[in-house]
């Protein structure tokens, strides 16, 4: 092929690529398609075949490249441009306006006068922070501990409201800014969500417990391929840095810029002046019924300061922003039957008592157990089994027995009581004087050891990639692991004879472990499972 060639097939498979970025915007951010399905398909297949043969003009933002497919060892680390922070919590109007005066109070008076709020919606999925460069998206990372993410770039490439270069429409008439950092949350539909589990359980796999969950596990798949298959989206929020871009002064300005750039931008957003902020504490009320009637899980409003300025100049406090508040509605109740009650064993030996429920809904979540706590508060509470209880979602994730329908019992209830001895190995449990929880004194106890494996080897404490749950069962029962020390010294010539440990995985397992010896010794003395002794000790 001749240079002239060349420069015609290159030019063809740019414009044939920012044709389908185009009609991908309209049918995904805008739902509002121009074309066919199969005149899209035809254009599709098109810039597919022109780039298998010229492979070397197939580039990373090509639309071609949302299928995924690369296997990835492990999740490198990003570090975020700037702190990831969480948001102080709000629960009823009264703490909303005591934040109101508190902002009063550190504003000036000319501040005051200029003060707005933006409302939006609190997602329920999983916060990501995204980077363009000239237009093009270049990386993508989890929140992680909100300094450090995991760097999922191949897997959000395959998000399809996801924008592989900016702007998505070709007509805007914008100019990409030199570099563009936004923070959003990849999320999925509750149809969606009840569809994918429903065909999980047919298919004999596990389901997810609750949409957060299932767009975490399907961010952090090492292989790209899985993630294209899930029915994930995405909400963009917030800019973090905007470069040779246009001088943005409000947050309600940004979002509108964004939106412009053909990034998805939740259209659920209102913005109130400070003297209309009784119509804020209205709309927050509101919107609590309503939010039941969003096609995707919302846990809550988010309210921020409106001007940009203003956010810098109150800063943060500890953690948090003081610009910033998340109001977040009360866990709704559900009434079930409490089947059972049965005691888990956790890595500390302490004995949790937890409920065996017939299933039932609760905010969009189908639950089957929950927590009881301990002894004393199934004796405080007289709970039986076979009673009729309220349960809620403490904080909308951990389910709880609030307490029970004394007046629906019929007499079959049955009164619980701790058993004298551990329903796993056998030891004796004690209670120690002036302590709620009861223990297995067997150290030695396989479920003790197994849990205490989980949280050595889990992200909150040594972080060991491809270390888990599974690992820590299969092997303290083959017998491998007798201790936490063990995890350094496994018998990989054994486990290269089980079932699924290939050399690969092996391998890869291997330098998940030789890699955290790395860690500071806080994280060490965190993972050692000391009594009283955790992350903030």
């Given at each position: 092929?001749?240079?002239?060639?060349?420069?015609?097939?290159?030019?063809?498979?740019?414009?044939l690529a920012a044709r389908i970025r185009y009609h991908q915007y309209r049918y995904y951010a805008l739902d509002d398609p121009e074309i066919s399905d199969q005149a899209f398909d035809a254009l599709f297949e098109e810039l597919r075949a022109l780039e298998a043969a010229h492979p070397?003009?197939?580039t990373p933002d090509?639309?071609?490249?949302?299928?995924?497919?690369?296997?990835?060892?492990?999740?490198?680390?990003?570090?975020?441009?700037?702190?990831?922070?969480?948001?102080?919590?709000?629960?009823h109007p009264g703490e909303l306006l005591a934040w109101r005066d508190r902002l009063r109070r550190l504003l000036s008076e000319a501040e005051r006068d200029r003060l707005a709020y933006v409302v939006e919606p609190k997602f329920d999925g999983l916060t990501v922070v995204l980077h363009y460069t000239d237009g093009v998206f270049s990386l993508g990372a989890t929140r992680g501990d909100g300094e450090f993410g995991e760097t999922i770039t191949a897997n959000l490439r395959t998000v399809r409201l996801l924008p592989l270069q900016i702007p998505a429409d070709r007509a805007a008439g914008l100019a990409a800014p030199a570099r563009l950092v936004v923070r959003g949350e990849v999320y999925v539909e509750k149809a969606d969500f009840a569809r994918f589990n429903q065909r999980q359980l047919?298919?004999?796999?596990?389901?997810?417990?609750?949409?957060?969950?299932?767009?975490?596990?399907?961010?952090?798949?090492?292989?790209?391929?899985?993630t294209a298959a899930r029915p994930l989206k995405l909400w963009v929020y917030q800019a973090l840095i905007v470069e040779r871009g246009p001088a943005l002064s409000s947050h309600w300005e940004a979002l509108a810029y964004l939106r412009s750039l053909g990034l998805?931008?939740?259209?659920?957003?209102?913005?109130?002046?400070?003297?209309?902020?009784?119509?804020?504490?209205?709309?927050?009320?509101?919107?609590?019924?309503?939010r039941h009637d969003l096609p995707y899980e919302v846990d809550g409003l988010v309210i921020k300061v409106d001007s940009l300025l203003m956010q810098e100049e109150l800063g943060f406090t500890g953690k948090d922003p003081r610009w910033a508040l998340a109001y977040k509605y009360a866990a709704e109740e559900a009434i079930t039957t409490l089947q059972d009650i049965v005691?888990?064993?956790?890595?500390?030996?302490?004995?949790?008592?937890?409920?065996?429920?017939?299933?039932?809904?609760?905010?969009?979540?189908?639950?089957?157990s929950a927590t009881l706590h301990n002894e004393d508060y199934i004796r405080d509470l007289d709970i039986r089994i076979g009673d009729q209880v309220v349960i809620k979602r403490a904080g909308e994730v951990i389910p709880?027995?609030?307490?029970?329908?004394?007046?629906?019992?019929?007499?079959?209830?049955?009164?619980?009581?701790m058993p004298a001895t551990c329903p796993v190995c056998g030891a004796p449990l004690v209670r120690p004087a002036g302590e709620a929880a009861t223990y297995c004194v067997n150290n030695a106890c396989p479920e003790q050891l197994v849990r205490a494996v989980e949280y050595f080897v889990g992200r909150d404490a040594m972080d060991i990639a491809g270390f888990g749950i599974k690992q820590a069962e299969l092997f303290v029962a083959q017998g491998f692991i007798h201790d936490l020390a063990d995890i350094y010294q496994l018998p990989w010539e054994q486990i290269r004879q089980l079932e699924g440990y290939g050399d690969k995985r092996v391998e890869n397992l291997m330098a998940g472990i030789e890699a955290s010896k790395d860690r500071p010794i806080h994280r060490l003395l965190t993972a050692l499972v000391i009594r009283f002794v955790g992350a903030v000790v």
């Amino acid at each position: 092929m001749t240079a002239s060639e060349m420069s015609l097939t290159r030019q063809a498979v740019a414009e044939l690529a920012a044709r389908i970025r185009y009609h991908q915007y309209r049918y995904y951010a805008l739902d509002d398609p121009e074309i066919s399905d199969q005149a899209f398909d035809a254009l599709f297949e098109e810039l597919r075949a022109l780039e298998a043969a010229h492979p070397d003009l197939r580039t990373p933002d090509s639309p071609t490249q949302r299928v995924g497919g690369a296997i990835a060892a492990r999740f490198e680390k990003t570090r975020h441009p700037a702190l990831m922070l969480s948001l102080a919590n709000a629960f009823h109007p009264g703490e909303l306006l005591a934040w109101r005066d508190r902002l009063r109070r550190l504003l000036s008076e000319a501040e005051r006068d200029r003060l707005a709020y933006v409302v939006e919606p609190k997602f329920d999925g999983l916060t990501v922070v995204l980077h363009y460069t000239d237009g093009v998206f270049s990386l993508g990372a989890t929140r992680g501990d909100g300094e450090f993410g995991e760097t999922i770039t191949a897997n959000l490439r395959t998000v399809r409201l996801l924008p592989l270069q900016i702007p998505a429409d070709r007509a805007a008439g914008l100019a990409a800014p030199a570099r563009l950092v936004v923070r959003g949350e990849v999320y999925v539909e509750k149809a969606d969500f009840a569809r994918f589990n429903q065909r999980q359980l047919e298919a004999g796999e596990r389901a997810y417990a609750n949409p957060r969950n299932f767009a975490a596990g399907s961010l952090r798949q090492l292989d790209s391929s899985i993630t294209a298959a899930r029915p994930l989206k995405l909400w963009v929020y917030q800019a973090l840095i905007v470069e040779r871009g246009p001088a943005l002064s409000s947050h309600w300005e940004a979002l509108a810029y964004l939106r412009s750039l053909g990034l998805p931008v939740c259209p659920d957003v209102q913005r109130f002046t400070d003297d209309e902020f009784d119509q804020v504490t209205a709309y927050v009320e509101a919107f609590s019924a309503r939010r039941h009637d969003l096609p995707y899980e919302v846990d809550g409003l988010v309210i921020k300061v409106d001007s940009l300025l203003m956010q810098e100049e109150l800063g943060f406090t500890g953690k948090d922003p003081r610009w910033a508040l998340a109001y977040k509605y009360a866990a709704e109740e559900a009434i079930t039957t409490l089947q059972d009650i049965v005691v888990n064993v956790g890595r500390t030996g302490a004995v949790t008592p937890n409920a065996v429920l017939a299933p039932v809904q609760v905010s969009g979540v189908m639950v089957k157990s929950a927590t009881l706590h301990n002894e004393d508060y199934i004796r405080d509470l007289d709970i039986r089994i076979g009673d009729q209880v309220v349960i809620k979602r403490a904080g909308e994730v951990i389910p709880k027995v609030l307490r029970p329908l004394v007046d629906a019992r019929d007499g079959s209830e049955q009164v619980w009581a701790m058993p004298a001895t551990c329903p796993v190995c056998g030891a004796p449990l004690v209670r120690p004087a002036g302590e709620a929880a009861t223990y297995c004194v067997n150290n030695a106890c396989p479920e003790q050891l197994v849990r205490a494996v989980e949280y050595f080897v889990g992200r909150d404490a040594m972080d060991i990639a491809g270390f888990g749950i599974k690992q820590a069962e299969l092997f303290v029962a083959q017998g491998f692991i007798h201790d936490l020390a063990d995890i350094y010294q496994l018998p990989w010539e054994q486990i290269r004879q089980l079932e699924g440990y290939g050399d690969k995985r092996v391998e890869n397992l291997m330098a998940g472990i030789e890699a955290s010896k790395d860690r500071p010794i806080h994280r060490l003395l965190t993972a050692l499972v000391i009594r009283f002794v955790g992350a903030v000790v």
